[in-house]
C-alpha cells in the first residue's frame, strides 16, 4: 500500500501547525505568532548555493520592511541546526532557520520537487489569523519571493 500524498498548502488554507528546531538549537511553535503576527515561511533547497544565498540575502535586504510590517521571516531547508548557524553568520542574516532533515515541514505543507530531485524554493505568507495569503514558487529566482512576500503582505 502506498501513501497518500498529502494535498500542498493553498491560498486561503490555513497554515497547519508546526513546531520545528531552530539554527540555535531552539524550538520554533507556529501557533505562538496566531492572532499576534504575520509569517513569511521560505524553504529553500541548501545553504551556501548560489540561488539560496541570494535568497537569504534578499530577505536581509528587506528585513526592515518586514519587521515595519509586524511581520516574521523564517527559512526552511534540511541542513543543519550548525550549517544554518554558520550560514546565518556568514550572510549576517536577521532571521532563524528551521533545519528540517526529515523533509517533515516541506511534507506537512506539500512543498514540491523541483525537476523530481531537488528540494523546492517555495514561500508563504501567512497572516495573523494563520491564513495563507500567497504562495510563491519559483526553483531558479531568488529576489522576486522577497517582492512577491512584500506584495502580498502590503496590499492586505
Known sequence: MSAVPVPAVAVGDKAPPFTATLQ?????????LLGRKS??????PKDNTPV??????AFRDAYAEFVKADVDVIGVSSDTPESHRRFAAKHRLPFPIISDPDNALRKLFGVPRALWIFPGRVTYVIDKEGVVRLVYNATLAAEPHVRKALDAITSR
Open 24 to 32: 540555535d538549537g531552539g524550538t520554533f511553535d507556529s501557533a505562538t
Open 52 to 57: 539560496c544565498t541570494q535568497q537569504a540575502c
Open 39 to 44: 509569517l513569511v515561511l521560505y524553504f529553500y
